[in-house]
């Protein structure tokens, strides 16, 4: 296993060095010196081409980190415009007299070369202030493409955190009163109190292990629904409707983990009480190829409860939050909160 591996850690090595920004730097400017070296050794000699080069990419580099180390970060980051353009200028005006005054003694018995450098002033201060300028596109790109990464990193911690939270925060009346429910059925001796201790252990097994991913398997949600609907039969008796119906086929398809049991863990902790004799929930899920419709009705009692309307711990603001997150754009949620009757319309695009 250590040899197959070998080559892929070779290889992350190697990328980890060049992408060092002392590595990366030393290699453009080698590369420049050797490309322009290797046009124009042929008509001058290499060694001639290769030495000018060298001096006149000291100078370029001089003004680059001039510019990259101290005016972008002092000026420019600092929004002091006006202040970055003129410094920059000046250095342009400063360095490029010095890169061909060096130049100029380089060239001491070649006078035609001399000659050429003194007519070629004005180029050379427009190609240096050309390089100054290039490299501040290059930063000001490369600042917003690590912003983009530092975004994208932060939105999936946040993501990662707040599934997290949801997991640790399942709701203890259900388990409580589930393992009471199970107790009760362990002196009765029920046949029923293994099926229900197989479903609780799965519910636990798909919340601390399978929901580490950004995605899972929808068939995996729609049982852990089913069992967890299940356990409110048991807890809710028989005066409680609980309707659970799958539309569509669910073969490969992929969701955020728990994202629709904060709808159902609301709807049985607020809008079912002691105050309702009969009530009900009925959840609709319907699967299409590119979509996914999500609808839960349930009964709610005629005085309200006095509680903070949250649902699981994690409350629907923060489901809400979740789904702008995971799917931005491509969601729609409909909640209509009516005197006896509280309706939750999610709709989804699975491929987003």
Avoid at 157 to 174: A, D, G, Y
């Amino acid at each position: 296993m250590r040899k197959e591996l070998a080559p892929y850690i070779l290889g992350k090595r190697i990328y980890g060095f060049l992408t060092k920004r002392p590595v990366y730097h030393t290699v453009f400017w080698v590369l420049y010196v050797l490309f322009f070296t290797l046009i124009e050794g042929k008509e001058n000699g290499y060694w001639f081409a290769f030495s000018n080069h060298l001096i006149r990419g000291f100078f370029y580099a001089i003004v680059v980190y001039f510019n990259l180390l101290y005016l972008i970060p002092n000026y420019l980051s600092r929004t002091k415009f006006l202040n970055y353009c003129l410094l920059l200028i000046a250095s342009v005006i400063l360095i490029t007299p010095l890169s061909i005054f060096v130049q100029y003694l380089r060239f001491y018995n070649l006078p035609e070369y001399q000659q050429l450098l003194i007519k070629t002033q004005p180029a050379q201060f427009m190609l240096t202030f050309i390089i100054a300028g290039t490299s501040t596109i290059f930063n000001i790109i490369s600042e917003w493409l690590r912003g983009q990464r530092v975004r994208t990193e932060l939105q999936k911690q946040t993501m990662k955190s707040e599934l997290r939270f949801l997991k640790s925060q399942i709701n203890p009346h259900f388990l409580f009163n589930t393992l009471n429910n199970l107790y009760a059925l362990t002196l009765k001796k029920s046949d029923k109190a293994p099926d229900i201790v197989l479903k609780l252990s799965e519910m636990m097994r798909y919340m601390l292990y399978e929901c580490n991913e950004r995605r899972v398997p929808l068939r995996k949600e729609v049982n852990y629904l089913r069992n967890y609907l299940d356990l409110e039969r048991l807890r809710q008796g028989p005066n409680v409707e609980i309707r659970f119906s799958v539309e569509g086929q669910v073969l490969n398809q992929e969701v955020s983990p728990l994202i629709f049991i904060p709808f159902v863990e609301n709807s049985f902790k607020h809008g079912l009480s002691n105050q309702l004799t009969t009530g009900f929930v009925h959840i609709d899920l319907v699967v299409e190829p590119r979509e996914i419709y999500f609808r839960i009705e349930n009964t709610k009692p005629s005085m309200p409860i006095r509680r903070n309307h949250r649902s699981g711990g994690i409350g629907l603001q923060n489901v809400k939050r979740r789904l702008e997150l995971l799917y931005p754009n491509h969601y729609n949620l409909d909640i209509q909160d009516q005197p006896d009757l509280y309706t939750v319309n999610l709709n989804i695009n699975l491929y987003s």
